[in-house]
């Protein structure tokens, strides 16, 4: 409306507002440039100018005031209140000073009272004070008095405050219509950050419950449900008593099956298990991934009916009875195909016989429609229903029959045991009583009950052995990856073996060459004794041992001839000795080193060695076997490796290895 303005802590609030509605923009604009969310960056309009969110920063505090540098007339107003307002409490201060103690009440000082500033003195000296009495204290001994001298300077402070008014009337005027002209923009990117909030709060739902995205409109399947309404309150729906986490469920129904009929004994979840089907089947159609599992699917609800808890009224004089069979004449008039219904104890609150009658009635008639009904209840009658009714199946919440506590896992296709005499039991009624009831049974439920029984002992073996087999599983995964690992490990060692033997067969085959030039030498010095067939036959012995080396290596541990031994095979007399060359050792390191039964002052050579042949070879790793024992030297040798700097790492090694009796040595 032009002329109104907006009051400061509602321009506060813009404030924030428009900064958020700028950030979303830019990240919408960004997302919209990666192409990595288009439908979500689709909302993105642009929003308004920023000199806007400018002017409102220097105008308003974040808690709702002006403030002074709104306008430079304002800045001046409050100086001049501040000055108005000093001059006031100044004079009354000292007029206050100048009074008798007497004259003075206890503890007196400058203050306020109906917004004029006023001074506490006794009510004997009011005559002499004089001035206008603006309150006085609750036994009338006290009075707050504004002096004579003090009226017209607390005038020209109350004139002063009124000017600042008028002037923040004007600047908040003034935001407003700078505003105003923007009203649509405002508007559209207000929403703009309700919608992105909006998707932003899904998606954080959906990671928190951690849900999935199920496909709309296939037959009802669901796996790892867990009650949404639960998950939120951090209590768990479906849980055993001795943990905190939710056992989900799973329920799949069939094309051809309409009716899930679930039985068992109170306490034992049916009714949570009802309603999380009916939320997670709402929070889908209204958008909201539900906490559901991968692979699930839900079919689209036209309309959801519910009768669930005690309906009873006594100011409509319904009855428990009379109120379900109000809800079920309105479920029955209006449910069909596409619809989703849900009955909570269908068949109770009136007698078994007749209520059972008409809860089979009910359910036969919404199966015949293809309504998808989820009901729960006690009546044993109902339990064969699934028998004699094409589209109607049981299901139960299974119960620990040895502690009579539920374990809360959905399982279908079996009628759930009511328990209500075993649970009698345990809570001490009477063994006479329990045994009159038990004959009292029909045999028909009795019969049924030891099926049922025999059922669920048979299906707590079938888990026990499955979870057995899952064990047995994961171990003899353990193992083939121990296999695959120690597989790897061997590959790696016979292409380091065949590295290193072929850089032993290089290096034999360049000590060869400097033995034929050593020959040639000491051929050179001989010729005088010997004759050129001679050496001929010396030369030739050389060649081929150069060659019988570069085809099978090493011709002796030490990988090249001696002269000597040439002279002895063609009886070569000595030459003239040249100067000794010291032979070349080749070293051939072990992956692996025993220091078993050994002292650490026995153990220390042998592991510097080991150490010190294992990187001159460049080995990947020393195993290094220490034993057991008493521990001594496992620390000895780890205390060494940890002062090593070409030790990489260090660890024991696997219990298939040698476990605590052998440390392995990684190199850099």
Same mark, same amino acid.
């Given at each position: 409306?032009?002329?109104?303005?907006?009051?400061?802590?509602?321009?506060?609030?813009?404030?924030?507002?428009?900064?958020?509605?700028?950030?979303?923009?830019?990240?919408?604009?960004?997302?919209?440039?990666?192409?990595?969310?288009?439908?979500?960056?689709?909302?993105?309009?642009?929003?308004?100018? !920023?000199?806007?969110?400018?002017?409102?920063?220097? =105008?308003?505090?974040?808690?709702?005031?002006?403030?002074?540098?709104?306008?430079?007339?304002?800045?001046?107003?409050?100086?001049?209140?501040?000055?108005?307002?000093?001059?006031?409490?100044?004079?009354?201060?000292?007029?206050?000073?100048?009074?008798?103690? =007497?004259?003075?009440?206890?503890?007196?000082?400058?203050?306020?009272?109906?917004?004029?500033?006023?001074?506490?003195?006794?009510?004997?000296?009011?005559?002499?004070?004089?001035?206008?009495?603006?309150?006085?204290?609750?036994?009338?001994?006290?009075?707050?008095?504004?002096?004579? +001298?003090?009226?017209?300077?607390?005038?020209?402070?109350?004139?002063?405050?009124?000017?600042?008014?008028?002037?923040?009337?004007?600047?908040?005027?003034?935001?407003?219509?700078?505003?105003?002209?923007?009203? #649509?923009?405002?508007?559209?990117?207000?929403?703009?950050?309700?919608?992105?909030?909006?998707?932003?709060?899904?998606?954080?739902?959906?990671?928190?419950?951690?849900?999935?995205?199920? +496909?709309?409109?296939? *037959?009802?399947?669901?796996?790892?449900?867990?009650?949404?309404?639960?998950?939120?309150?951090?209590?768990?729906?479906?849980?055993?008593?001795?943990?905190?986490?939710?056992? #989900?469920?799973?329920?799949?129904? *069939?094309?051809?099956?309409?009716?899930?009929?679930?039985?068992?004994?109170?306490?034992?979840? @049916?009714?949570?298990?009802?309603?999380?089907?009916?939320?997670?089947?709402?929070?889908?159609? =209204?958008?909201?991934?539900?906490?559901?599992?991968?692979?699930?699917?839900?079919?689209?609800?036209?309309?959801?009916?519910?009768?669930?808890?005690?309906?009873?009224?006594?100011?409509?004089?319904?009855?428990?009875?009379?109120?379900?069979?109000?809800?079920?004449?309105?479920?029955?008039?209006?449910?069909?195909?596409?619809?989703?219904?849900?009955?909570?104890?269908?068949?109770?609150?009136?007698?078994?016989? %007749?209520?059972?009658?008409?809860?089979?009635?009910?359910?036969?008639?919404?199966?015949?429609?293809?309504?998808?009904?989820?009901?729960?209840?006690?009546?044993?009658?109902?339990?064969?229903?699934?028998?004699?009714?094409?589209?109607?199946?049981?299901?139960?919440?299974?119960?620990?029959?040895?502690?009579?506590?539920?374990?809360?896992?959905?399982? @279908?296709?079996?009628?759930?045991?009511?328990?209500?005499?075993?649970?009698?039991?345990?809570?001490?009624?009477?063994?006479?009583?329990?045994?009159?009831? %038990?004959?009292?049974?029909?045999?028909?439920?009795?019969?049924?009950?030891?099926l049922l029984a025999s059922v669920e002992a048979r299906g707590r073996d079938i888990d026990a052995r499955a979870a057995e087999l899952e064990t047995q599983a994961a171990q003899l995964e353990v193992e083939r990856q121990n296999l695959a690992a120690l597989e790897e490990l061997e590959a790696q060692l016979r292409a380091r073996e065949k590295a290193l033997d072929k850089d032993a067969r290089e290096?034999?085959?360049?000590?060869?060459?400097?033995?034929? !030039?050593?020959?040639?030498?000491?051929?050179?010095?001989?010729?005088?004794?010997?004759? %050129?067939?001679?050496?001929?036959?010396?030369?030739?012995?050389?060649?081929?041992?150069?060659?019988?080396?570069?085809?099978?290596?090493?011709?002796?541990?030490?990988?090249?001839?001696?002269?000597?031994?040439?002279?002895?095979?063609?009886?070569?007399?000595?030459?003239?000795?040249?100067?000794?060359?010291? #032979?070349?050792?080749?070293?051939?390191?072990?992956?692996?080193?025993?220091?078993?039964?050994?002292?650490?002052? %026995?153990?220390?050579?042998?592991?510097?060695?080991?150490?010190?042949?294992?990187?001159?070879?460049?080995?990947?790793?020393?195993?290094?076997? *220490?034993?057991?024992?008493?521990?001594?030297?496992?620390?000895?040798?780890?205390?060494?490796? @940890?002062?090593?700097?070409?030790?990489?790492?260090?660890?024991?090694? #696997?219990?298939?290895?040698?476990? *605590?009796?052998?440390?392995?040595?990684?190199?850099?």
């Amino acid at each position: 409306m032009p002329g109104s303005a907006l009051e400061a802590p509602a321009l506060a609030e813009l404030t924030i507002a428009l900064a958020a509605m700028r950030v979303v923009a830019a990240d919408l604009k960004r997302l919209g440039t990666t192409h990595h969310a288009p439908r979500t960056a689709s909302l993105r309009v642009d929003p308004p100018p !920023k000199e806007l969110e400018t002017r409102l920063v220097q =105008s308003i505090s974040p808690d709702g005031q002006v403030l002074d540098g709104a306008s430079r007339e304002l800045a001046r107003a409050r100086q001049r209140v501040r000055e108005a307002r000093q001059r006031v409490i100044d004079r009354l201060g000292a007029i206050l000073g100048s009074l008798d103690q =007497s004259e003075r009440a206890p503890d007196a000082a400058v203050t306020i009272r109906g917004g004029r500033y006023v001074i506490p003195i006794r009510n004997t000296a009011r005559a002499r004070v004089g001035g206008i009495v603006h309150d006085e204290s609750a036994t009338r001994s006290t009075v707050f008095v504004e002096p004579p +001298e003090i009226i017209e300077l607390g005038n020209e402070l109350r004139a002063a405050e009124s000017a600042e008014q008028r002037e923040v009337l004007r600047v908040l005027r003034e935001l407003t219509d700078l505003l105003r002209p923007h009203m #649509p923009t405002i508007a559209a990117a207000w929403e703009m950050c309700v919608a992105f909030d909006d998707l932003c709060a899904r998606a954080r739902y959906a990671v928190e419950v951690n849900g999935f995205v199920p +496909e709309i409109g296939g *037959h009802l399947k669901i796996r790892g449900g867990r009650h949404p309404l639960l998950l939120g309150e951090g209590r768990s729906m479906l849980r055993p008593y001795s943990s905190d986490l939710v056992i #989900p469920f799973d329920l799949e129904m *069939h094309p051809d099956e309409f009716t899930v009929l679930v039985s068992g004994p109170n306490t034992g979840g @049916k009714t949570v298990l009802i309603k999380a089907v009916g939320l997670l089947a709402l929070l889908a159609q =209204s958008g909201v991934i539900p906490p559901i599992g991968p692979h699930s699917s839900l079919p689209v609800f036209m309309r959801v009916f519910a009768d669930i808890g005690d309906r009873q009224s006594i100011a409509a004089s319904l009855s428990t009875f009379s109120a379900h069979v109000a809800a079920l004449r309105e479920i029955l008039d209006g449910a069909g195909p596409g619809s989703l219904v849900l009955l909570d104890e269908i068949g109770s609150g009136t007698d078994p016989a %007749e209520g059972g009658a008409l809860a089979a009635a009910t359910l036969k008639t919404l199966t015949r429609r293809r309504a998808i009904t989820l009901a729960t209840t006690h009546l044993g009658a109902l339990k064969q229903l699934a028998a004699e009714t094409v589209g109607i199946v049981n299901a139960s919440l299974q119960f620990d029959a040895e502690t009579l506590t539920p374990t809360y896992r959905l399982l @279908k296709g079996v009628p759930g045991r009511s328990y209500g005499l075993a649970i009698a039991r345990r809570l001490g009624l009477a063994n006479d009583v329990l045994a009159e009831a %038990e004959r009292a049974v029909p045999d028909a439920e009795r019969t049924l009950d030891r099926l049922l029984a025999s059922v669920e002992a048979r299906g707590r073996d079938i888990d026990a052995r499955a979870a057995e087999l899952e064990t047995q599983a994961a171990q003899l995964e353990v193992e083939r990856q121990n296999l695959a690992a120690l597989e790897e490990l061997e590959a790696q060692l016979r292409a380091r073996e065949k590295a290193l033997d072929k850089d032993a067969r290089e290096r034999a085959r360049a000590y060869l060459l400097e033995a034929r !030039k050593t020959v040639e030498t000491a051929l050179a010095q001989a010729r005088a004794a010997v004759t %050129e067939a001679t050496a001929r036959e010396a030369r030739r012995m050389v060649e081929e041992a150069i060659e019988k080396t570069g085809e099978e290596g090493r011709r002796t541990p030490e990988g090249w001839v001696n002269l000597e031994e040439l002279r002895r095979r063609k009886n070569i007399p000595a030459a003239k000795k040249s100067p000794e060359r010291t #032979p070349v050792r080749v070293t051939v390191a072990e992956s692996e080193v025993s220091l078993r039964g050994l002292t650490v002052e %026995e153990a220390e050579p042998l592991l510097a060695r080991a150490i010190d042949d294992a990187v001159l070879a460049d080995l990947p790793y020393l195993r290094i076997i *220490h034993g057991k024992g008493t521990g001594v030297l496992r620390d000895f040798v780890q205390s060494v490796l @940890k002062r090593d700097p070409r030790v990489k790492r260090f660890s024991l090694a #696997p219990a298939n290895q040698g476990g *605590h009796g052998v440390t392995v040595a990684e190199f850099a």
